[in-house]
């Protein structure tokens, strides 16, 4: 096998690359991104991008480290447009190229509202970040519509800043899919605590301007002025482009647990790919940085030498920074039971919560519980009964 093509210079089509150069390939590696940019660390772009002084460069590798020590052909600002995995060629605005392996990594896009507006963004990309940045650096009057992770890190940004800003949020508790009611109740708390404006239970009725959004119209009838709206209602796999390839898409590129499409030499990774994960014995796509790195680099391994391919497990892992706290998960957010075991949801400060599926523990949340997170997916990984977990919990307590 001599040429490893990688569709998408995301963080998962970078592990890839490197992957395979570490699992000692020395044939030829084409990277394709869309993007102008080199591959760069997306997570920061809401986080730290927006709350530092100072933004560092959130770029992976220099140019002459992925084409000098990674021997990469760099091909950006170069969507992929299509695949033949009869022929094994990749398809490109304006040519193809041939592979012998493939590893689709082109990620997710930014779910958005219809809108010509100046002043509207999505914050999926780089130049999303440096324009909502600027934005907020001029005291733009901000509505961030969807109370979800990224629209609460906007929101925090927005209150580091003292700018006042509105999160308008259709569900009545925000969160609650991600991680209960309870504990979305719980997160939202930070924004009350903080001077964000939290309206739930309401919708968009439309986005008003002259060429420059205006003002945010609800479906209750209000409106709320605003120089900066933030759309963060989620996002889609990016499988436009795989429509007539003969893989099966749904919500994602459908993998087996070794990452594998069922086309031969192609194999996905990341926010694109949605493959049965062994742990939980179900299939899944994870929007995480954790599994973003991890299954690039599976993914080209498993590629290369498909004879010796191991399955990809893991305990899915992500975290998001709102004002001063740090919210993470573990696991998935089983709903048969969830218990608050370390602090109280009503009083805010340090929480742990503990989310039961069957007999066994399946997933945890922290607030300000960074010490103890990665102990509890631990517990997840090695499938810990619920009973222990609670027992784990209380000499925790105790100590």
Known sequence: MRNLVVVGASLAGLRAVEGARKAGF?????????EEHLPYDRPPLSKSYLDDAVPEATIFRSEEVLRDELDVDLKLGTPATGLNTVTKELRLAESSLPYDALVIATGATARTLPS??????????????????AALDAGARTVVIGAGFIGSEVASGARKRGVDVTVVEALPTPLARAVGEVMGSACAALHLRNGTDLRCGVGVAALEGAGQVKRVVLTDGTTIDADLVVVGIGAVPATGWLEDSGLRLDNGVVCDEYLFTG?????????????????????MRLEHWTSAAEQGAAAARNALDAESAKPYSTVPYFWSDWYDSRIQFVGVP??????????????????????R????????????????IMKYRGLIMKRTSWTDALAFAERRKAA
């Open 357 to 372: 599926e069957g007999d066994r523990l399946a997933g945890a949340l922290a607030v300000n519980g960074q010490n103890v």
């Open 116 to 133: 010509d507006l100046t002043g509207v963004h999505t914050l999926r990309t780089l130049d999303d970040a440096i324009a909502v940045r």
């Open 334 to 355: 089983a709903t048969d039971e969830i218990r608050v075991v370390e602090g109280d949801p009503e009083a805010g400060g340090r929480m742990a919560a503990l989310y």
């Open 263 to 283: 086309a031969d030499g192609v194999y996905a990774a990341g926010d694109v790919a949605r493959w049965q994960n062994p742990l939980f014995d179900r299939p």
């Open 26 to 34: 020395d044939g030829r590696i084409t990277l394709v991104g869309a």
